[in-house]
C-alpha cells in the first residue's frame, strides 16, 4: 500500500495555484467540532449558506467526481449517491428529488452547494449559530473511510495548526538545505527567475509530506488504494491539489522577490503573507549562502 511513498519524497513538486477568497467576515464551518478549510469563502444566498462542494462532502465521508459535460457533481458515500447540478433546484437522492430552496452555484471557478441540504442527505445534523456566523454540522465518522485525497475535519484542524511550525522549520532547515547544493555565485545573485521559483517548489513539497504524514498517524481512517495504480509524477500532483485544496498553496503562503545589493548583484527575497517573521532575505557573500529573517513590515 505504500510503495509511492519513498519516492514521492524525493521530488520537489511544482505550484498549483489556488484561488484567493475575498470576504471580509467570512463564515466558518465546523464538522464534529473541526473547522473546515475552504479556498474560497461560503456565500449566503436567500439565508442559505453555499460551501465548496467537494471539501463538504469529503468531510462528510463521501467520495466526489465531476461531470463537466452536465455541470453535476456526483457523491457517493456507502448505499447513497446524491446529484447535484448547477443552477438546478432539483437533487437526487438515490435517484428520487429532492427539491433546494438554493440550487448549487458556480462562483468564481468553484462550485459551491447549499451546506444545510447536501449535510442532511448524508444523515448529518446541521445547526446555524448566529451570532458566531458558523455553520455546526455533526456527523458519525468512525466508519468513514476517506480518500487520501482529502482530510477528515480532525486532521484539517491539525493541519491548521502546523502551519506556523512548518513555516519555522521552512526557515531554519529547508532553506538552508536547499540552497546548500546550488551554485550560489551564479544563481542565488542573478536574479534568475528559475532561482525564484525554488521556494514555492519547497513549500508545496514541504505541505505535501505533512498532509501525508498526518495521514499515515491515522491510517485507519484513509484509502490509500486508488495510490497504488498512479505513477509518481501523478502521486505528487494529487498532494499538491491536496494542498491547494485546503489553502496552503505556495501563493497563499509566500512571494518571492528580487532586490539589487550593495555589492551589485541581487538578494532574493521571501515575503509570507500568513506567520512570522514577515520577510526572508537569501543572499551570496563569499560564496556562502545567507539566510537571514527580517521583522520589519514596512522593509520592503
Not at 513538486?13 to 477568497?21: E, K, N, R, S, V
Request: hydrophobic share 40%.
Amino acid at each position: 500500500m505504500k510503495r509511492f511513498l519513498i519516492p514521492f519524497v524525493a521530488f520537489f513538486l511544482l505550484w498549483i495555484p489556488c484561488g484567493i477568497a475575498t470576504a471580509d467576515e467570512p463564515i466558518t464551518v465546523t464538522v464534529n467540532g473541526s473547522r473546515l478549510l475552504f479556498d474560497t469563502d461560503p456565500v449566503t444566498e436567500s439565508d442559505r449558506t453555499l460551501v465548496p462542494l467537494r471539501v463538504i462532502f469529503e468531510s462528510l465521508g463521501a467520495t466526489v467526481r465531476w461531470e463537466d459535460a452536465t455541470q453535476t457533481a456526483v457523491a457517493v458515500k456507502g448505499d447513497t449517491e446524491i446529484q447535484i447540478s448547477v443552477n438546478n433546484t432539483e437533487m437526487l437522492k438515490n435517484g428520487e428529488v429532492v427539491v433546494l430552496d438554493v440550487p448549487a452555484r458556480l462562483i468564481d471557478n468553484r462550485t459551491l452547494v447549499p451546506v444545510r441540504a447536501v449535510s442532511e442527505s448524508l444523515n448529518a445534523k446541521v445547526d446555524w449559530l448566529e451570532d458566531a456566523r458558523r455553520v455546526v454540522i455533526t456527523a458519525d465518522d468512525s466508519g468513514i473511510v476517506y480518500p487520501y485525497t482529502a482530510l477528515r475535519p480532525s486532521d484539517q484542524a491539525l493541519l491548521a495548526d502546523m502551519i506556523p511550525k512548518l513555516i519555522q522549520s521552512y526557515i531554519s532547515d529547508g532553506l538552508p538545505a536547499l540552497f546548500d547544493d546550488l551554485p550560489v555565485k551564479e544563481t542565488v545573485g542573478s536574479g534568475a527567475e528559475s532561482i525564484a521559483e525554488l521556494p514555492a517548489k519547497l513549500w508545496n513539497n514541504a505541505v505535501s509530506q505533512m498532509i501525508l504524514e498526518l495521514q499515515l498517524a491515522s491510517e485507519s481512517y484513509y484509502s490509500f488504494d486508488d495510490a497504488l495504480t498512479l505513477t509518481d509524477e501523478e502521486i505528487q500532483t494529487a498532494y499538491r491539489s491536496i494542498g491547494a485544496k485546503y489553502g496552503y498553496c505556495a501563493e497563499r503562503i509566500l512571494e518571492t522577490f528580487y532586490r539589487t545589493n550593495d555589492i551589485g548583484t541581487y538578494d532574493l527575497w521571501i515575503h509570507f503573507l500568513t506567520g512570522e517573521p514577515p520577510y526572508v532575505t537569501i543572499s551570496e557573500r563569499d560564496g556562502i549562502v545567507l539566510i537571514n529573517p527580517h521583522t520589519d513590515t514596512t522593509i520592503r
